[in-house]
């Protein structure tokens, strides 16, 4: 499932929709789990540990987005591992 997983960003601009997940149903029921009565499956949730773990990384993104902003440089859609 591991390979199921990616991101995706719209284009450059000052609005920018992005998301992270996976498109393949065995990783969204692994991550949100079954309530059928009689196939029921936890959930088993990855993406919110993940984000929990990497809390500083994405604070000091968007941190940069803000100075950006201020200063006022362009926002380009940028690679999470950009450094400034």
Do not use: C, W
Request: proline share 6%.
């Amino acid at each position: 499932m591991r390979e199921s997983y990616g991101t995706r960003v719209s284009g450059e601009g000052v609005h920018v929709d992005a998301s992270i997940g996976s498109d393949d149903i065995k990783a969204v029921v692994f991550e949100l789990g079954r309530m059928e009565q009689n196939n029921y499956q936890p959930p088993r949730p990855e993406l919110s540990v993940a984000a929990f773990r990497n809390e500083g990384k994405v604070a000091r993104g968007i941190g940069r987005m803000v100075v950006r902003a201020i200063e006022g440089r362009p926002l380009p859609n940028a690679r999470a591992d950009e450094s400034e």
